[in-house]
């Protein structure tokens, strides 16, 4: 069964620091791997996704992730945290035609 | 881009009432679409498939009975809680995949904030 797993429950990082939010994951077969973000009572942003190509994929707001086949890994990363960065962030993989979610991670960026 | 709209945003309602939410999908068409369920600082519950056109598919202990999904058209689908109770107050959140953005995305609705007193 495909799922993903988002080790953190909470990432805590100053603003202007490098931050990285973890998601690894279980699939068979190729994996179609996305970031959302969503802010509170809001509904999911998309953020980025790894189909095929470049591990390397860049995104929304400056995000970007790292596509790991050997780790299973598929971290979302961005240079310099921004307090407006503050969210809760969801790592999904395509499971035959459904969108499976990780738990969540919620990231605080302190000024 | 592709825009998906769900009202209300938020409603309140008595226990043993019925409340319709609706999910449409404002510039494009939507054969398919999911229903979720998000507890607070939770993540996302995948609670049914609507399929326009025929019935809904729930995922393993979701009551269709209580959770009615109607795909009435190609842009609209309505999640209908029955009878509802307390324990069903959530936020519910509709998404719609869709070739505009290629192939595997989907676009996902603002949101419904639903509260049973």
């Known amino acids: 069964a495909q799922s993903v797993a988002q080790p953190e429950d909470q990432v805590n990082v100053a603003e202007g620091n490098p931050l990285t939010v973890k998601c690894t994951y279980s699939?068979?077969?190729?994996?179609?791997l996305f970031w959302y973000v969503q802010y509170p009572n809001r509904g999911l942003q998309f953020l980025l996704k790894y189909i095929t190509g470049d591990n390397l994929v860049k995104g929304s707001y400056g995000f970007e992730a790292e596509f790991n086949k050997s780790q299973t890994s598929f971290h979302l990363k961005k240079p310099s945290a921004l307090v407006s960065d503050s969210a809760l962030y969801f790592c999904?993989?395509?499971?035959?035609?459904?969108?499976?979610f990780g738990a969540g991670t919620r990231l605080f960026v302190k000024a | 881009g592709a825009v998906v709209s769900q009202h209300p945003s938020r409603v309140i309602c008595k226990s043993g009432t019925s409340v319709k939410i609706e999910c449409r999908s404002l510039?494009?068409?939507?054969?398919?679409m999911f229903w979720y369920r998000q507890f607070p600082k939770q993540s996302l519950m995948l609670m049914a498939t609507s399929n326009e056109g025929s019935k809904a598919t729930y995922e393993q202990g979701v009551e269709k009975d209580k959770f009615l999904i109607n795909h009435a058209s190609l842009t609209l689908s309505t999640l209908t809680v029955t009878s509802a109770h307390p324990e069903d107050s959530s936020f519910y959140i509709c998404?719609?995949?869709?070739?505009?953005?290629?192939?595997?995305?989907?676009?996902f609705g603002p949101g419904t904030r639903l509260t049973v007193t």
């Open positions: 999904a993989v395509i499971g035959g035609f459904k969108t499976i």
């Open positions: 998404s719609a995949p869709t070739i505009l953005a290629g192939a595997h995305e989907q676009y």
């Open positions: 699939v068979s077969g190729n994996p179609y």
């Open positions: 510039d494009f068409q939507a054969t398919t």
